[in-house]
Structures are given as structure tokens and as C-alpha cells.
């Protein structure tokens, strides 16, 4: 009964009840569907990895409120206020669902791999306040429509990939306290109504390719505490007001192209400041005299400016000093500044290299701080010898005194800092023996004494050096016979010379341990006997260089094993015998054999066939090789003699019928050739000779003109490429500038210099040199040094446009099919050898048309080693060595302190 009284009543009941079900449990279902919780679904889709999970607690089985890194309000439940999801190793894009959060105040994503826009739809959350981006992928422009977000005081953006200008509606978001925008690809000026933004107490431009002039308006940001501008491309000078904000707590506007002269008040001014960077600019004028009074400095940099005048001498009061850089100026006097610098008593780096200062250097350098790690005093006009309280200073990794007039011994203390990795005290005046205590330094990377008086024996003690990679005694007055132990010293990488001295005896079988190293010069000494064959596990050297001493015998079968030798040049001894015929093999650029007592025939293949490549002269016995030798020919009764294997009697008649055909191959080369291309001349490469250069930041510097943008030839994601001529005037090179604050350079940086060294090919670009060193402010710098190619790369000749030919005219017509042939086969071989030509096999990982590199005569070179891996260690015919990969490692491995000044984040407290 109640069954059907229930029933009969039942459809205003059962229309209830789809009522209910219908606006209470479907939603209930579907809880997410237009809500705050689906657009953070849409969010977490647009997530293509998540390694550390950190989104799976975002999923139905909980309210979306309690999602991890997801705050939602107090008063309006279901409306997400704030998302934090910084340091989650999250990869993907940022979905423009986030516009849909339209309760959102905060979103931290810092430090994560978010590439792709931000979303425009941001401009939607008219309620965000604080916005922080900072180290992710972003690309893109940064979105216009952030303008509509009336409310934001903070975003950071610092570290990403922005592209485009700084627009000037910034200057409209007057809540805006911070704004980071460094370390992106922008362009364009700084908008002068960011002087609208008068709360902004946090300015981060730094390294994002800003030009033009700083714009006045910028004085008006009165709560200005971080202003950092550094490493863009501004010009003119600095707004005089900029210096009278006093809340400044970091100015820093290095590497830009500002001039003008520094107000001597500035101290005074900017009573604040702890970090005063306005190096690499080209201000004028004097140091500025207030100075003396910023007990609050930390930091100082003005080097590498046209600052002229006195050297300062009254920093007693820098009790807070740490970082001071003044290299690479003109400032004049004494050293008596040194003993001003004692009550800093946290001074890390002092660095004066590259100015006028004269006399000799006080006593009082004992006093300075014990926590100095860095000391560069080079390039100045130092008289006198080293004081021998420098053994106080314990902490020293980095000392140079390069570059001056000092004199007596090198003091036996400086082999109690233990703690040292770069000495330089090349070009001196340095007398007496070598101090054994040396060889305490178990640290010691880089050792530059050349260029002194040394005498005496080389101490046994060196033989302790186990993390050495460059060993320079050149051009002293040492003798003796060279210590079997020092030759043992596989870590030696770079560079191991001691050219130019007296050493006597014969070179130790030990060479051969030297495996990793890639220049050997004990040229001009009075070393005598077999050269010994035990060089043929020397198997990375690229430069030989045994001329002018007394060797004799012949010249040992083991060179032949050394195929990455460029240049060999064993001039000027008593070598007797035949001239090998495996020199002709090996892939040298240049070979001296003159001055010695060689006999019979002359190659006449591979660098024989160059007669500006070899110098055979004063050999009196020798004969044939190319006719441009002008050498008598070999009586030709001995080749007959010689065996006769079957296969030849298949091979000659091959070899005529190929010859015929290659010498009509080569006259329609050459008739194709001379038509199309205009053959120009250049200077021609060949002064080069191979030589593994030793080139500093210094070099490098002059040789682009100062890095200037008429000199760039391309930019990359790790870094620039410019053009440049070194020294000599002659030879050009490309000079690629590793940009060591983008992720992943300095491991591309290793991946090339590791996938490079000891491996040499005719279509590899050549790299000359690696410099990694400091620049005048002590920073890293790192670059690597490769042939000029003038043909520029494949991608050019590829894919060139009409309008880039006019200058270039007729010599960029396209290519042949018979130079596409000869580049494919140059392709071919280089990655051949990469494979199964090296002890190591080398994976490119990056073969383009833009990484292959075409010379004047258009063979391809196959360049940018930047992701190249080494993906197995077969060793051969030598045992494996551990510390190959090691030796590199330590070139780099020196960190340098000035990136210590790089403030790019809002870390000021
Ligand atoms: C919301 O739900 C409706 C009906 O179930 C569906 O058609 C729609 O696609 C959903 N929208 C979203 C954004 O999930
Ligand atoms: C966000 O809002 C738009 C339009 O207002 C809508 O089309 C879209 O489905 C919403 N997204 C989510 C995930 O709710
Ligand atoms: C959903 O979130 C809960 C709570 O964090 C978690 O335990 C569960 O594994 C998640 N489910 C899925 C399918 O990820
Ligand atoms: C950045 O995120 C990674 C995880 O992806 C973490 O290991 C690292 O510590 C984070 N770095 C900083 C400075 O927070
Ligand atoms: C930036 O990201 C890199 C790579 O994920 C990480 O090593 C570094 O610590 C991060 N820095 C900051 C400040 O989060
Ligand atoms: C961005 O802003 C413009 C106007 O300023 C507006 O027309 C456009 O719809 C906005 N875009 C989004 C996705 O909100
Ligand atoms: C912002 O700055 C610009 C240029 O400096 C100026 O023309 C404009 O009037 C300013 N706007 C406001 C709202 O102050
Ligand atoms: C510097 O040190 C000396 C003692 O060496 C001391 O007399 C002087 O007051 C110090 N100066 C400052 C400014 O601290």
C-alpha cells in the first residue's frame, strides 16, 4: 500500500529526484568541470615531464584545493589564490588555461624547464601580484597584456629565453617593486617611463642585449636599492642624478659602453653601496677620490677603462672590502697602496694587472688578508724581487706577476701555498736556481716562468706535480740533463716547454708517458743522442719541436705513430739517415728538417708536395721530392730492385686507366672551377704552421678589435663567434666566446675541448687554442680559438639569398655538383675518422650545414663539437690511462672569483 501510495505520488517525487540529480550529484561528479580544479588539470596537461611527481597528487580523489603547491582562499573556497611549484624539474609549456585562476595573486615556477610563451591570457588575472618565472625556458616576447595586471609589485623573469623589446606600458604598472628582467635574448632601449615605476626597488637588466642610452627618467626611482645593468650594449653616460640615490645597494652597469667620468664623490652619494661595478665601460678621469671613505663596499670593479692618474693609497678604511679590480687602466705611482689594504681583512681578489705602476712591492703584502685567494700584479713595471712574507698569504689559487721587472731568486716560500693552481711569473728578470720547494705545490694546473734568467738544475721535486697541464721554464739558463721523473708527468696536457735553455744529455725514455700532451718544445738546448722512439705514445701531440740541439741517428720510426702532428720541426741537429717515408703520411702542415745530414730521396707526397710547408735545406746527401726543391734526382737504378707483390700487376694498370680518368676529371674541375669562382686572395693560412698557440684573454681581446660587434661572425645559444687577427698580423682565426651564464655552456665548452684534444683530421676544424682563463676582472672566460674558414659555412651556400650576394657577387654562385660531391666526401671522411679513426670513438651529435665549414679552396671542415660525446675508451696499442679525461677537467676546473660579483637576482637583503 505504502508501496503504491508512494507510487502514485511519485512523479512530483521523481521529478524532484531528477532534480536533485541533476544539480546536485552531476556536479558533484564532475566537480572540476569549469572550475578553478579543471584549469589547473589543463595546467598539469600542458606538463610533458615531471620526474619527481610533483603533480601527481593533482587527480580527481582530492578536492583541488588540498593539490600540492596549490593555495586556495579563505573566503571564496574553491578559488585558488597562489601556485608554487619552483624547483620541481618540470618540463613544458605554461597553458593558457591559467587565465581561467582568475582569484590568482601568486605563481612561482623559478627554476624549472618551462619553455614555449607565456600564455597572454595572463593579462586575464587582473588580481596577480607577484610573478616568479626566474631560470626556466621561457620564449617568446614577454606578454603585453601583463599590463592589464594593474596589482603586480613583483616579476621576475630573469633567465629565460625572452626574445623582443621591453615594451613601455611596463612603465604603467605602478604597484611594480621589482623587475628582473637579465639573462634573456631582448633587444631595444630601456622605455623611459620605467622612471614611472617610482616604488621599483629592484632593477635586474643585466646581460639581456639592451642598447641606447640609460634614460633620465631613471632618477626618479628614489627607492632604488638594486640597479643592474651590466652586460648589454649602452651607451653615453650615466644620468649624474642615478648617483645620488642613496638606497642603492648594488650598482652595476660592467660591459657596456658607457663613458663620462666618475663623480669623486660617489662614496659620499651613494652611502650605501656595497657593490660598485663600472668595469668594462670607458669612463675617463681618476679613481674617484671618495673612495677612501665606503666603508661599506664589498665589492669594487673598475677595470678595463681609460682611468688615468695616481694610484690611491688610503683604503685603510675598506674594513669590508672583498673583490678589488682595478686592471686594465692607467693609473700610475707606487705600491704603497698595498699597505693601505691591510685593514681589509676579508680581501679575496686584488687584481691591478695591465697599469703604470712602478717601484718595487713592500713588505707589507704579508699583511694583506690571509683570505686572499687571487693576486694579479702583472703587466705593471715591478722592480726589484719578490718579498718573502708572500708565504702568509695561504690562500692563494692564483698568483701573477707576469709581465715585469722583477728580479733575484723565485723565494723558496711560494712553495708553501700549498694551495695555488696558476703561477705566472713569465718575462721577468728571475736569476739563481729554482727553488726544490716549488714541487710542494700538488695543486699547481698552470706554471709560466719563461722568459727569465733561471739557472741550474731542474729540481727532481717537480716530479710531484700531479695536476700540472702547461710546464713553461722556456728561455732561461737551465742545464743539466733533464730529470727522467719530470717527463713522467702524464697530467701535462697543454703545453711542456723548455725551449731555449742549456740542458744537456739525451731525452729520457720516460717521454713517452707524456700522452696527453699536445706540445713538446725542447728546441735550442744541447741535448744530444737518439731521439727516442718511445715519443710514439705521445699519441695527442700536435707540436714537435727538438730543433737546435745535437741529435743523431735517424729519425725514429715512432713519429709515425703520432697521427694528430702537425708540426715537426727537428732543424739543426746531426740526424743522419733516410727520410722516412711515413712523414709523408701524416697529416703535417709543417716539417723542418733542415740542417742535418739526411740522405737519399725526398717524398714527394702529402707535406712534400708543399713547398712552403717543408724545409729540407742543408741536408747535403738528399735528392728528388717536387721539382721546386731545385735537388738533383735519386739515381734511379734502386727502385727497381725493389719487391714486386702479384697485386700490383692487377693495381697499375687500375691506377693508369684511374690517373687518365682523374687528369680529365681534373680539367673539367678546373675548367668549372675558374669559371664560377673568383679566386680570391687571401691572406694565406700557412703562417699558421700548426702550432698549438698559447693565447690569452688579453690576445684575444686585441685580436677582435675588443670582442666588437664588426667583428662578430655569428652568435650561438652557448655563445659568440668573432673574427680576428692575431698578433702577427697575418693570421686570422674564428674566436668563439663561451657565454658562461647560460646553462649548459661550460659543459659544452668541456664536451668540445674533450671531444678535440689529441684527435686531427683534414676536415675537422682545426682548433688552435683553448683559453680559459680570467678576464681583467677576474671572471671565467673560456673560448676556443679555431681556424678562420673565409667560405663560411655549408647553410650559407645552401640556403643564400639574392640580396646577401651584392658584395659577395660572383663568388657565392651555387655550388658545383662536382664541389657538392667533394664536400659530401669531406663529410664522409671527417666522420669516419670520428668513428673508427680515434682511439676514442666521437659521436658529433650535431652535423649540420651550418657547423660545416668551407675554406678558401672549398674543402669542408666539420666544426662546433659543442654536444659531441665520447662514447667509448678502446685503448689499443697503449694502455688506458685514467686521467685523459682529467686533464681537461683541470683546465677548467680553476673557478674563478669574480662571477662572485654577478647580483642578478633580488638577493639583496
Ligand atoms: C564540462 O562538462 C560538459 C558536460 O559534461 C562537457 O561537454 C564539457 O566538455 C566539459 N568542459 C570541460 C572544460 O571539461
Ligand atoms: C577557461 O575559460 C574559457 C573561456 O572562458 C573556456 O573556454 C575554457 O574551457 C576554460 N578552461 C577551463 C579549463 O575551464
Ligand atoms: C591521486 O592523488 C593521491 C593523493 O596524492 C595519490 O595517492 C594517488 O596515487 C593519485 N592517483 C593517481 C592516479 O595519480
Ligand atoms: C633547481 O631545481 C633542481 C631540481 O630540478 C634542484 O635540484 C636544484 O637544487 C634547484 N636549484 C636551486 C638553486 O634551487
Ligand atoms: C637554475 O637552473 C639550473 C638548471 O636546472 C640549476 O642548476 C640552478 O641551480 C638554477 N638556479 C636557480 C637560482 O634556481
Ligand atoms: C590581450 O589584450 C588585448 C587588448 O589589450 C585583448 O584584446 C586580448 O584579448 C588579450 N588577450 C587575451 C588572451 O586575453
Ligand atoms: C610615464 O612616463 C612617460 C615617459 O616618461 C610619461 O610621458 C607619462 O606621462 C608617464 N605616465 C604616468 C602615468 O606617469
Ligand atoms: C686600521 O688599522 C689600524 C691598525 O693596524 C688601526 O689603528 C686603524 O684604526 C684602522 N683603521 C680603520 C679605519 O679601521
Redesign the pocket.
Known amino acids: 500500500m505504502a508501496k503504491n501510495s508512494f507510487f502514485s505520488c511519485s512523479p512530483i517525487i521523481f521529478c524532484f529526484l531528477i532534480f536533485f540529480l541533476y544539480f546536485v550529484i552531476t556536479p558533484a561528479t564532475c566537480a572540476?568541470?569549469?572550475?578553478?580544479g579543471?584549469?589547473?588539470?589543463?595546467l598539469k596537461a600542458a606538463i610533458d615531464d615531471d620526474p619527481f611527481g610533483a603533480l601527481s597528487s593533482w587527480n580527481e580523489t582530492m578536492h583541488f584545493c588540498r593539490w600540492q603547491g596549490v593555495t586556495c582562499s579563505h573566503r571564496h573556497r574553491d578559488r585558488v589564490v597562489s601556485i608554487n611549484l619552483m624547483s620541481r624539474g618540470l618540463v613544458g609549456s605554461l597553458?593558457?588555461?591559467l587565465?581561467?585562476l582568475s582569484f590568482l595573486r601568486s605563481i612561482t615556477l623559478q627554476n624549472n624547464s618551462f619553455r614555449g610563451q607565456i600564455p597572454e591570457e595572463i593579462g586575464r588575472l587582473r588580481r596577480l601580484e607577484y610573478v616568479e618565472f626566474s631560470n626556466n625556458s621561457f620564449g617568446g616576447e614577454i606578454p603585453r597584456n601583463l599590463t592589464q595586471c594593474r596589482n603586480l609589485y613583483y616579476l621576475n623573469l630573469i633567465d629565460n629565453d625572452l626574445t623582443g623589446t621591453i615594451f613601455p606600458e611596463l612603465g604603467s604598472l605602478s604597484k611594480l617593486e621589482a623587475v628582473g628582467l637579465s639573462r634573456n635574448r631582448l633587444s631595444g632601449t630601456i622605455p623611459p617611463s620605467i622612471g614611472n615605476l617610482t616604488l621599483l626597488n629592484r632593477l635586474s637588466l643585466g646581460d639581456c642585449g639592451l642598447e641606447g642610452v640609460i634614460p633620465v627618467s631613471i632618477v626618479q626611482l628614489q627607492n632604488l636599492r638594486l640597479l643592474q645593468l651590466a652586460g648589454n650594449r649602452l651607451t653615453g653616460h650615466i644620468p649624474s642624478g642615478l648617483f645620488n640615490i642613496s638606497t642603492i645597494f648594488v650598482f652595476t652597469v660592467r660591459s657596456n659602453r658607457l663613458e663620462g667620468t666618475i663623480p669623486a664623490d660617489v662614496a659620499f652619494t651613494l652611502p650605501n653601496v656595497r657593490n660598485l661595478d663600472l668595469g668594462e665601460n670607458q669612463f675617463t678621469g681618476e679613481i674617484p677620490s671618495s673612495l677612501s671613505n665606503a666603508s661599506s663596499l664589498t665589492a669594487i670593479n673598475l677595470s678595463s677603462n681609460n682611468l688615468t692618474g695616481p694610484m690611491m693609497s688610503n683604503f685603510e678604511r675598506l674594513t669590508n672590502l672583498e673583490y678589488f679590480f682595478l686592471s686594465g687602466n692607467n693609473f700610475w705611482g707606487d705600491f704603497s697602496f698595498i699597505s693601505s689594504l691591510k685593514n681589509c681583512t676579508s680581501l679575496k681578489v686584488l687584481a691591478v694587472s695591465h697599469n703604470l705602476l712602478n717601484g718595487s712591492l713592500p713588505d707589507s703584502i704579508a699583511n694583506l688578508s690571509s683570505q686572499l685567494t687571487y693576486l694579479s700584479l702583472s703587466s705593471n713595471q715591478i722592480h726589484g724581487s719578490i718579498p718573502f712574507g708572500i708565504e702568509k698569504l695561504l690562500n692563494l689559487t692564483y698568483l701573477d706577476l707576469g709581465h715585469n721587472y722583477l728580479s733575484g731568486p723565485i723565494p723558496s716560500s711560494i712553495g708553501k701555498l700549498f694551495k695555488l693552481q696558476e703561477i705566472n711569473l713569465e718575462a721577468n728578470r728571475f736569476t739563481n736556481d729554482l727553488p726544490p720547494s716549488l714541487g710542494n705545490l700538488a695543486l699547481l694546473n698552470h706554471l709560466y716562468l719563461g722568459y727569465n734568467n733561471i739557472s741550474g738544475n731542474l729540481p727532481q721535486s717537480f716530479s710531484h706535480f700531479r695536476n700540472l697541464l702547461t710546464f713553461d721554464l722556456s728561455h732561461n739558463n737551465l742545464n743539466g740533463e733533464i730529470p727522467r721523473e719530470i717527463l713522467s708527468l702524464s697530467s701535462v696536457s697543454i703545453s711542456f716547454s723548455l725551449a731555449y735553455n742549456a740542458f744537456t744529455g739525451p731525452i729520457p725514455q720516460e717521454v713517452g708517458l707524456l700522452r696527453n700532451l699536445a706540445d713538446l718544445d725542447l728546441s735550442n738546448n744541447l741535448l744530444s743522442g737518439f731521439i727516442p722512439n718511445s715519443l710514439s705514445t705521445c699519441v695527442s701531440l700536435q707540436r714537435l719541436h727538438l730543433e737546435g740541439n745535437s741529435f743523431d741517428g735517424e729519425i725514429p720510426a715512432g713519429i709515425s705513430a703520432l697521427s694528430g702532428l702537425q708540426d715537426l720541426d727537428l732543424s739543426r741537429n746531426n740526424l743522419s739517415g733516410p727520410i722516412p717515408s711515413f712523414l709523408a703520411d701524416l697529416r703535417l702542415l709543417s716539417l723542418n728538417l733542415s740542417f742535418n745530414r739526411l740522405q737519399g730521396e725526398v717524398p714527394s707526397s702529402g707535406v712534400f708536395k708543399n713547398r712552403s710547408a717543408i724545409s729540407v735545406d742543408g741536408n747535403n746527401d738528399i735528392c728528388g721530392g717536387i721539382a721546386e726543391l731545385k735537388l738533383h734526382s735519386c739515381p734511379s737504378s734502386h727502385p727497381k730492385k725493389r719487391k714486386f707483390p702479384k697485386v700490383l700487376i692487377i693495381i697499375i694498370p687500375t691506377v693508369v686507366a684511374g690517373s687518365l680518368f682523374c687528369i680529365l676529371m681534373g680539367f673539367v674541375y678546373v675548367f668549372v672551377y675558374k669559371r664560377i669562382t673568383l679566386v680570391k686572395s687571401r691572406a694565406s693560412m700557412e703562417s699558421l704552421k700548426g702550432q698549438f698557440m698559447r693565447l690569452s684573454y688579453r690576445n684575444l681581446l686585441e685580436a677582435t678589435e675588443g670582442f666588437s660587434e664588426a667583428n662578430l661572425i655569428g652568435a650561438g645559444r652557448f655563445g659568440s663567434v668573432y673574427k680576428g687577427i692575431l698578433d702577427d698580423g697575418e693570421t686570422m682565426v674564428a674566436v668563439k666566446v663561451l657565454n658562461l651564464n647560460v646553462k649548459g655552456a661550460s659543459k659544452s665548452f668541456m664536451a668540445e675541448c674533450n671531444a678535440l684534444r689529441g684527435i686531427r683530421h683534414r676536415n675537422l676544424l682545426k682548433i688552435l687554442s683553448i683559453c680559459s682563463s680570467t678576464d681583467f676582472q677576474g671572471r671565467d672566460f673560456k673560448a676556443l680559438v679555431y681556424e678562420f674558414k673565409p667560405n663560411e659555412s655549408l647553410e650559407k651556400w645552401l640556403h643564400h639569398n639574392a640580396e646577401e650576394e651584392s658584395e659577395q657577387d660572383g663568388n657565392r654562385k651555387n655550388l658545383t655538383m662536382i664541389q657538392r660531391l667533394n664536400i659530401a666526401i669531406d663529410i664522409a671522411s671527417a666522420l669516419e675518422y670520428l668513428h673508427f679513426g680515434t682511439d676514442t670513438t666521437i659521436i658529433h651529435g650535431d652535423v649540420k650545414p651550418s657547423n660545416i665549414l668551407l675554406d678558401d679552396d672549398m674543402t669542408a671542415h666539420v666544426g662546433d663539437f659543442g654536444l659531441a660525446k665520447a662514447i667509448s675508451n678502446l685503448s689499443r696499442d697503449f694502455p688506458a690511462n685514467g686521467s685523459s679525461s682529467a686533464a681537461i677537467k683541470g683546465t677548467v676546473g680553476y673557478i674563478a672569483p669574480g662571477m662572485l660579483l654577478n647580483f642578478y637576482l633580488f638577493e639583496v637583503s
Open positions: 572540476n568541470n569549469g572550475t578553478d579543471a584549469a589547473l588539470l589543463a597553458s593558457p588555461h587565465g581561467n
